[in-house]
């Protein structure tokens, strides 16, 4: 099956910083999303990305789907950014079916 | 506009009991998936529903685990005796089924074997 690979694995950052998270996949993909599972475990969608780039506030994400890449970037980072950041792509096909990478746990400290 | 709904939040268990999980998909969406995180892992695929219907149960342990999707009501994981390693947060996703449309995932239920 597709293998999506996650980098860094982990990242601490002084409040106010920047940083780009990478997710890496094997396979020509239909769907890509990023989430973010807070420090309460819950899991939220940040970006629907198969291809191109998007912005929401302080986040952004660029998908190359001829490299098989993405990046989720983060500007002037905020505690409550702190949790891990999950990459998942579908398997292709008709059924919607994620792969998740292993996640990047990001520790943002004031 | 309510997302997806999953309860109960937190559940424990005793070895050998059995455990049902809930989820209602939003408001339009026909496919549900659930999906579990074991500690310190990623989420992990188990089982693709629509109404009724089990379209993929590739991710689903062959024993003990069982999901459905009524054509009324909302969708059940049920996990028969129960064992230390079923202790995971269990997480639901619906999806509208159409082509270029995000996947939405509930909070999660986490379960604990005690």
């Known amino acids: 099956g597709i293998q999506v690979e996650q980098s860094p694995p982990d990242l601490i950052l002084q409040e106010g910083a920047n940083s780009t998270l990478r997710c890496n996949f094997s396979d020509s993909v239909n769907n890509l999303q990023w989430f973010h599972q807070n420090p309460w475990g819950q899991l939220i969608n940040l970006f629907y990305i198969p291809s191109g780039t998007k912005q929401n506030g302080r986040l952004s994400a660029t998908t190359v789907a001829t490299e098989r890449y993405s990046l989720l970037y983060i500007s002037s980072s905020q505690t409550t950014d702190s949790g891990v950041y999950f990459c998942?792509?579908?398997?292709?096909?008709?059924?919607?079916?994620?792969?998740f990478g292993k996640g990047t746990l990001l520790t943002v400290n004031p | 506009n309510a997302g997806v709904m999953q309860n109960p939040r937190h559940l424990v268990r005793r070895r050998g009991q059995e455990a049902r999980l809930r989820c209602s998909p939003m408001?339009?969406?026909?496919?549900v998936y659930w999906y579990r995180q074991l500690p310190e892992e990623g989420l992990k695929f188990m089982v693709y529903l629509q109404k009724e219907n089990i379209i993929d149960e590739s991710g689903m342990p062959k024993e003990r685990f069982s999901a459905e999707f009524p054509k009324e009501g909302p969708s059940i994981l049920r996990i028969q005796q129960v064992v230390r390693g079923d202790s995971a947060a269990y997480f639901c996703a619906s999806h509208r089924g159409l082509a270029g449309n995000t996947i939405y995932f509930g909070e999660g239920s986490w379960l604990t074997v005690v």
């Open positions: 408001k339009g969406h026909s496919h």
């Open positions: 998942a792509v579908d398997s292709g096909g008709s059924n919607y079916k994620l792969t």
